[in-house]
């Protein structure tokens, strides 16, 4: 997979390095017997990393990182921010022009509110209105883009300062205050791997805006490539696992037929410290 994949529009993500690794992470994890330095195989390693975050002895984790760039729209990265846990730095207005870009969602994204998640967005919006609004939204950007560069005293084409100072110009961390927050600004980001994964949890999810989720998908290919084994766990104790208040699991334990239970537990492949684990969780350890 190349490094930089294109990003909605006009953006990118961009891999840039990666700290560690899967038997990295084994290693550090291994500290806690003072025998790191022995040579594991890919299965026990694998089974190590599935015990972590199957258990949430998360600080071994933390020893795998990975490096990005982004270029992205400023609502995005306002979402993006309130991961913490992450190192960034990001593009500012204050000293860099603008490239003039700005996001425009396609004729499809234009959507209702949705009647659940009053947040979302829900049904398709006729075709002759999703139009009509895609083209407010492009006017009213571009316009934004020419009062900026009014202001700045900046060449609207090529985003460079214009010679003539014959007019002076307003300052940049003002002038930026007319530009919405569809426009594109870079960034680089840093996450450890445990982070990492809480991350794409919440936005690789349905209740996600589109635009970060389509973000968090491609970091997630990413994530593979660079910790198979980690991503497995990732997929089987994240993605397709769920949780359960304690009233949820009471039905759920009272529903339960024994002999079923019994039998897709003996005949799972499931190894034998995962089905205790299993009967444990459902209050049956015999």
């Known amino acids: 997979m190349k490094d930089k994949i294109q990003y909605l529009d006009k953006g990118y993500v961009q891999f840039l390095e990666s700290g560690g690794g899967d038997e990295f992470i084994c290693k550090f994890a291994r500290c806690s017997f003072d025998n790191q330095d022995e ?7 694998r089974g190590l990393i599935d015990y972590l975050v199957r258990h949430d002895h998360t600080s071994p984790l933390e020893a795998g990182e990975l490096w990005f760039q982004f270029k992205m729209p400023l609502f995005v990265r306002a979402q993006l921010v309130r991961h913490r846990t992450a190192s960034q730095n990001h593009q500012s207005f204050r000293y860099d022009n603008p490239s003039g870009d700005y996001y425009v969602p396609p004729i499809g994204r234009m959507a209702t509110n949705d009647n ?73 980001w840093k996450i450890d791997v445990k982070n990492l994964m809480h991350f794409l949890k919440l936005r690789d999810d349905g209740h996600a805006q589109q635009e970060i989720r389509e973000m968090a998908q491609i970091i997630s290919h990413f994530f593979k490539r660079e910790f198979p084994m980690t991503y497995e766990a990732y997929v089987e104790h994240y993605v397709r696992s769920k949780k359960f208040s304690g009233s949820e699991m009471d039905i759920l334990v009272a529903s339960i037929d024994e002999e079923k239970l019994a039998h897709n537990l003996e005949s799972s492949s499931l190894r034998k410290s995962r089905k205790r684990e299993l009967l444990l969780k459902l209050k049956r350890e015999e």
């Open 39 to 45: 040579i594991k195989t890919d299965a026990e390693n």
């Open 116 to 188: 659940w998640n009053k947040q979302g967005s829900g049904d398709a919006l006729p075709i002759h209105l999703a139009k009509a609004y895609r083209d407010q939204l492009e006017e009213g950007a571009e316009l934004q883009w020419k009062r900026y560069c009014r202001m700045a005293r900046i060449d609207p084409a090529t985003g460079e300062d214009l010679e003539d100072k014959s007019v002076p110009p307003l300052t940049k961390e003002l002038a930026r205050l007319t530009l919405g927050p569809n426009f594109y600004a870079t960034a680089c």
